[in-house]
């Protein structure tokens, strides 16, 4: 065997050599960690305010009576003839509309023409027990008022119906004032502040009365 056939043999017997593997060390993104510091979790106690805007709050009555029999029978008062009684919208011309507005909007009013015995509606609304005291629509019609009349063409006294509850607390109102007395006179204005309903500059039997009466508290 000739020394390069040796050599040869002596090559081949030995292991291939082992795959040498490069690992490269990444560096990792320099991150800088804060400490984020949470404020205290709020004592139960307090309360948070949050300020809003809002008109000055009328003075408001004590709560009214709620003998439903007095009541009742001043409720049916309202309803008849030859009581000297009125309660007027704003006179100025924007806060009576925002005031008929709302009546309709959130309390409920209804929109109708009478023509002899027959009552004919003219808007939707969701109440149905309306009081029995029939408003006639004095001091000019609204807007939306105005746009029913042509929009319908009907003919009659424009009237506004009230929901019986509005005129069932002003009787619980005027059973507390009178204190068993004769409702005889009665003046008052509509007046709308922060979602509310009240009567304001109110006289009773010719004597002045400070509180204002809410008539209606409520979302819209």
């Known amino acids: 065997m000739s020394w390069l056939a ?5 090559y081949n017997q030995l292991s291939p050599p ?28 307090q309360s948070i305010k949050v300020a809003t805007k ?20 001043l409720y049916q008062q ?3 003839e030859g009581l000297d009684m009125q309660i007027a919208w704003p006179e100025n011309t924007k806060e009576r509309e925002g005031a008929i507005q709302f009546m309709y909007q959130c309390v409920g009013l209804q929109f109708a023409v009478l023509n002899g015995n027959q009552i004919t509606k003219l808007n939707r609304t969701k109440v ?21 009349i042509n929009a319908y063409a009907v003919k009659g006294k424009a009237i506004r119906l009230f929901p019986r509850l509005i005129d069932w607390r002003l009787a619980q109102y005027l059973t507390v004032a009178l204190r068993g007395k004769t409702l005889t006179h009665f003046r008052a204005n509509y007046q709308i502040k922060n979602q509310q309903l009240f009567l304001g500059n109110i006289w009773l039997n010719k ?12 979302q819209c």
């Open 18 to 45: 082992k795959k040498l593997e490069m690992v490269v060390q990444q560096s990792e993104p320099h991150i800088l960690l804060e400490p984020l510091v949470l404020p205290p979790p709020p004592n139960p106690s």
């Open 6 to 10: 040796m050599i040869l043999i002596k």
């Open 207 to 218: 004597q002045a009365i400070t509180d204002s009466w809410m008539l209606y508290h409520g």
């Open 78 to 80: 309202l309803t008849g």
């Open 128 to 148: 149905t027990n309306y009081s029995d005291w029939i408003r006639v629509a004095q001091g000019g019609l609204s807007k939306k008022e105005r746009h029913l």
């Open 54 to 73: 809002q008109t000055a709050q009328p003075k408001v009555a004590a709560a009214p009576a709620k003998n439903a029999q007095t009541v009742e029978l």
